[in-house]
């Protein structure tokens, strides 16, 4: 282990062999032109295109691996070749993942000295890229239950239809919502209609998949994102959140609370748009709501 500019340390997985440039001065031009390259975007995939490319165009490279474990985020362009040169990306005390440069042949040293200059135009294009990402999460984040917001909804539903109408899978939505539940505040008061909020998500949590996604709506409603789920699948998802709340009892101050959900369900048709899906199940919701509640009600077009 090594350590290089701007904290950066090395593990390098060949011998060190010949050099490449021989002008500094023009390797200097090239970096200039990377870093202002990579002040083009926030989005750390397109960050890290650019940054393949114009890597690339300075040592020729087969492919590069991007891995930042925290994140859940495991990002590569190219093929895997044999020969790597791993770094752990670091600036400061703050750590950025780990990159991954592979080629077919073994990489020089001055190539690895180029390498590592490149790297050092990431960091901070990087760390500002993460920044922002962790930024947006958190503006996406119900601040009561920790789960994703109405916003992340809207931006979370368009890309799920578009991604189902690419690959023709079935996706389904259910969105429900706790009956009654001024009824609750009225009795129990609101720091225990909080409590009951907090109960009813990690229920559902609990009877989720970990690919299906749950944000908070409004209030006391809820929205849950099935992927690769039809319509019959997503309405047993839904009768088994609603069975497992009717049993639940919330510790209040002088008894247990307990409360009831209703839930409409509806799976994407062919072409149809983001918004008339959720109306479509937020339809069948009301129904739900309407035939008495604590039911499931199915929107099948």
């Known amino acids: 282990m090594q350590s290089y500019a701007e904290n950066l340390s090395l593990v390098r997985t060949d011998p060190l062999n010949t050099g490449a440039f021989r002008r500094s001065d023009d390797l200097a031009d090239r970096l200039l032109r990377v870093t202002q390259s990579l002040q083009t975007t926030l989005d750390i995939p397109a960050l890290l295109e650019i940054f393949y490319l114009q890597s690339n165009a300075n040592v020729p490279l087969d492919g590069l691996e991007y891995v930042n474990e925290p994140l859940s985020f495991d990002y590569r362009i190219g093929n895997r070749s044999r020969h790597t040169c791993t770094y752990n990306l670091r600036l400061g005390d703050i750590d950025m993942g780990g990159l991954l440069f592979r080629r077919r042949s073994k990489f020089t040293e001055s190539e690895t000295i180029v390498l590592e200059k490149l790297l050092c135009c990431l960091l901070y294009p990087l760390r500002n890229t993460l920044m922002y990402r962790d930024a947006l999460e958190l503006a996406q984040k119900d601040a009561l239950t920790g789960i994703c917001n109405r916003a992340a909804l809207d931006e979370s539903l ?8 690419r690959h023709r899978t079935p996706l389904s939505v259910v969105v429900f919502d706790i009956d009654h539940f001024k009824a609750i505040n009225d009795r129990y008061g609101h720091s225990q209609g909080d409590n009951a909020i907090k109960a009813l998500v990690e229920c559902a949590q609990h009877c989720a998949r970990s690919t ?20 019959s699948g997503a309405r047993l998802l839904a009768d088994r959140i609603r069975r497992k709340v009717e049993k639940l009892e919330c510790l209040g101050k002088r008894k247990p609370i307990t409360m009831t959900v209703s839930a409409g369900v509806a799976t994407l048709e062919g072409g149809e748009s983001a918004q008339k899906l959720f ?5 069948a919701l009301y129904a739900a709501k309407n035939g008495g509640r604590n039911r ?6």
């Open 296 to 301: 499931v009600c199915v929107d099948e077009a």
């Open 158 to 165: 368009r890309a799920e239809v578009n991604l189902a109408g």
């Open 212 to 231: 299906d996604m749950l944000f908070r709506y409004g209030g006391e409603e809820f929205v849950m994102l099935l992927r690769n789920t039809t319509l």
């Open 279 to 283: 109306e479509r199940a937020d339809a």
